[in-house]
């Protein structure tokens, strides 16, 4: 069968035969027992529904022994035999333009170059899946090839329930991921029901299908580390920045800081994810040894070098070796994936890779105790440091949240609302002031044609808007604009693309506005091929987290979550090709709400009109509410919309005079 066959057929007729499992593959770990009897059998029960009932005898002992191995039902049988990969928009079978836009980023997400997990449908953070299991992804790609511009396919938590007539002004695809009833959020519900087959981790942008792999954060990355520098008054030439996690989104931290210019030390426990970094040339050393290591180090600081070293092994004895060797650590953090710390998100200082990954699925609670004792140690050599004048910050990953879980030393002596722990979010120092209340966030494009060429043209293009809109941009976001046109002319050379043939640009509503109708322009007048715009959910608008994205928002509302339901209804009804909310992304389940969208641009004027429309919305609607809040660069921002467009009429606060309490 060709590739479009094997598309269009989705589920087959006749069963596969089974697939080895590959061991070179970098596979998910198990997950913990947590299902009774009963529940295994509904789980067998709910996994077979998708297959003819003359398949049943077949499958369910084969089923059942992924559940007892694995802890989920994948169906690793039903692996395409096809390589998955991003391919030209022309190459996917459809009626509709905008459904095969759709199915390369599904592909994009799940290429092994781009995926954590891929044959567990784990796109990066341990847990972020686009689907649950294989059957969905099959029938997903069978409704997206049959799909015409006057229907939307509906997906519950990877489960694709079916195609729904509609209009071409709505969205061809609304997802859904993880919307549990809001007392069913904890950690152990989230294991319960994916076991069940019933719900799934979308994390943000793999449930979203808007992953562009590292990319999607070095350029905010490289932003935090600059800034970060600058905040302590120091070059970033010849400092160092130590850190943890080379898996999905924390690999691009040596990038960044190698494009920051600074020397980088970053930890990982795990060898295969180590490698890749490597040799996708994501870090240039690996080393094994802590001696070796500190003399590396030195070296680097007495030449001013720009290098990223990777340590393979527990960040906490860098911590602790740094601290003995008494080498100084200009700004430091974590990245490991603490949303998810009992099931491989962060691996406990003292145990092996192989030890503690047998121990999260065979004696979870003895895990968990090393986790949070490793928390305890891990939290109390970064206070050793920061007493001699290390800058540390969170990195949204919940370490802060899960090390304060634990009983670990990182509460502030006087406790202000929003302010409870003694360092601060990365976003309360450095990404909300300075990027979010000015609108600014991770603007993305993917060129569905799959050619390098159109990627740079569509980079030469959003450069020189950024020029033209800098020569007339107020000095307050001046500092934003010189390092973004800065990213953008360095993208090619720093050799970012990962997968699909896409780009990151952190723009406010003016410039993402700009830039997309420039590449509509060029679409129509055929000098690059159809593109597909996007974002990170970690943006100005489309999250809201108390510890991260909105961690900035100190009037009491960062607790709620109004802003991200209310983005994504708008960017509905607004020309959305596709959108998303999730329960759990990037900090952990019932720890956040985010919010996503996709948007093909094909050239034409309908298109035009929907960028406009949707993307004014998708930015200004966060400005608005950071603006509530009494956030001052939000005020300036949304005044500054509001003289722009005479239908924006936004409700603006007084500010009380202190004195009177």
């Known amino acids: 069968m060709t590739f479009q066959e094997q598309i269009q057929q989705g589920i087959p007729n006749q069963l596969p035969q089974p697939k080895p499992y590959e061991t070179n593959i970098n596979h998910a770990p198990k997950r913990k027992e947590i299902l009774g009897e009963e529940e295994k059998k509904l789980a067998l029960k709910n996994a077979l529904r998708y297959f003819s009932s003359e398949f049943h005898a077949e499958l369910l002992p084969e089923f059942k022994e992924e559940l007892d191995k694995y802890g989920r039902i994948y169906m690793y049988r039903f692996r395409p035999d096809y390589e998955m990969k991003a391919r030209p928009i022309t190459d996917y079978p459809g009626k509709s333009q905008q459904a095969k836009a759709i199915m390369l980023m599904i592909q994009n997400n799940l290429d092994y170059a781009v995926a954590q997990h891929p044959h567990e449908l784990i796109t990066y953070g341990g847990n972020g899946a686009v689907f649950q299991n294989w059957a969905q992804y099959l029938l997903t790609m069978k409704y997206l090839s049959e799909m015409t511009d006057e229907q939307t396919l509906v997906m519950y938590s990877g489960h694709p329930m079916g195609l729904f007539p509609s209009h071409k002004d709505a969205p061809r695809v609304v997802v859904t991921n993880g919307m549990m009833i809001p007392n069913y959020s904890k950690p152990d519900d989230w294991e319960k029901f994916n076991a069940l087959g019933v719900t799934q981790y979308g994390q943000m942008t793999a449930g979203s299908y808007m992953y562009i792999g590292p990319q999607g954060i070095v350029h905010g990355t490289t932003i935090t580390v600059l800034n970060a520098f600058r905040k302590i008054n120091k070059d970033s030439k010849g400092g160092l920045f130590v850190t943890s996690g080379l898996g999905g989104m924390s690999g691009a931290q040596p990038k960044a800081g190698n494009i920051a210019g600074c020397i980088t030390v970053c930890a990982e426990v795990n060898p295969k994810i180590t490698k890749i970094r490597h040799d996708q040339k994501w870090v240039n050393e690996i080393h094994e040894d802590l001696d070796e290591l500190v003399m590396r180090v030195k070296k680097a600081q007495e030449n001013k070098e720009t290098v ?335 003289e722009t467009e005479p239908n924006l009429k936004v409700t603006l606060p007084n500010f009380v005079d202190e004195s009177l309490f």
């Not at 700004?331 to 192989?354: C, K, M, R």
């Not at 003694?422 to 993917?446: A, E, T």
């Not at 309908?606 to 001052?632: C, H, P, Q, T, Y």
């Open 308 to 642: 990223s070293l990777a340590y393979l092994g527990n960040v906490v004895e860098v911590w602790e070796k740094f601290d003995q060797e008494n080498l100084r650590i200009d700004i430091g953090s974590d990245q490991t994936s603490l949303h998810n710390p009992w099931a491989g998100g962060y691996y406990p200082v003292g145990q092996s890779f192989e030890e503690s990954n047998k121990m999260m699925a065979e004696d979870p609670e003895l895990f968990k105790d090393k986790v949070q004792e490793s928390l305890r140690r891990h939290a109390a050599a970064i206070n050793k440091h920061t007493e001699k004048g290390t800058y540390f910050f969170d990195y949204g990953n919940a370490f802060l949240l899960e090390a304060s879980r634990a009983g670990a030393d990182v509460m502030a002596e006087n406790l202000e609302l929003g302010r409870e722990f003694r360092y601060p979010s990365y976003v309360q120092d450095i990404m909300g002031p300075m990027c979010f209340d000015y609108g600014f966030g991770p603007f993305r494009w993917v060129c569905t044609s799959g050619k390098p060429e159109d990627l740079q043209r569509t980079d030469d293009i959003a450069c020189q808007v950024l020029e033209e809109i800098q020569q007339n941009s107020p000095e307050e976001i001046q500092q934003q604009m010189k390092d973004n046109i800065q990213w953008i002319k360095g993208a090619q050379e720093n050799k970012l693309v990962v997968g699909s043939q896409a780009r990151i640009l952190y723009a406010d509503a003016e410039g993402r506005m700009k830039i997309a109708e420039a590449f509509n322009k060029a679409i129509k007048n055929g000098q690059i091929g159809p593109v597909v715009l996007g974002r990170d959910h970690h943006d100005v608008s489309g999250t809201d987290s108390p510890y991260r994205e909105t961690s900035n928002i100190y009037d009491g509302s960062r607790f709620t979550a109004d802003m991200a339901i209310q983005n994504v209804i708008g960017d509905s009804f607004r020309g959305a090709t596709w959108v998303s909310i999730h329960n759990g992304g990037g900090v952990g389940w019932g720890e956040v709400i985010n919010g996503g969208f996709g948007m093909l641009l094909d050239g034409s004027d309908e298109a035009d009109r929907r960028l406009k429309s949707m993307l004014f919305w998708d930015v200004n609607n966060g400005i608005s509410r950071r603006s509530w809040a009494r956030n001052e660069g939000a005020i300036f921002a949304i005044k500054r919309a509001m």
